[in-house]
């Protein structure tokens, strides 16, 4: 049974529904930014770190971020698209991409590709951000925030 308290009410699921729950009250949106906005709306702890993190990054850009690359090598094979060049003229997302990503110009035109340095960068990046929700809702909802591994 899990308990999440929502506003001013408890919620009492069972685990099998928190799945379905979760869908409902936060539906799907491109990038998973209802997940992301409701998260705020859900947690002081989420909306306070959110940019001030051990990263000195706003995780949400770099979730974003990410979307939008997957969107772009997924649909264009790995072509930097116009529609990704104009997501890339805002500051904060370019130093994002320099930091987490690598392009070079082949004769297809600019692809994106990550080194294995990039991939361990982005892996621990998604493991954080993945603990800092689960941290976050847990402080909130008065629930214990460590991760207990199941023996």
């Not at 709306?41 to 990410?66: A, C, G, R």
């Not at 994002?96 to 294995?116: E, H, M, P, Q």
Request: hydrophobic share 35%; glycine share 2%.
């Amino acid at each position: 049974m899990v308990t999440l308290k929502v506003l001013s009410t408890k919620l009492h699921l069972p685990k099998t529904s928190l799945k379905e729950y979760i869908k409902e009250k936060i539906g799907r949106e491109k990038n998973n930014r209802k997940f992301i906005n409701s998260s705020r709306k859900l947690s002081k702890h989420f909306t306070q770190h959110e940019t001030k993190n051990i990263y000195n990054i706003n995780i949400s850009t770099w979730f974003d971020l990410v979307s939008e690359l997957r969107h772009n090598i997924v649909h264009n094979r790995q072509v930097v698209s116009d529609k990704l060049l104009l997501f890339l003229k805002d500051y904060e997302r370019a130093k994002l991409f320099s930091k987490y990503f690598a392009r070079k110009n082949t004769y297809d035109g600019v692809i994106i590709f990550l080194t294995k340095d990039n991939f361990h960068k982005n892996i621990d990046l998604l493991n954080e951000f993945a603990y800092f929700i689960f941290k976050s809702l847990s402080i909130d909802n008065n629930l214990d925030p460590t991760y207990k591994k199941a023996k």
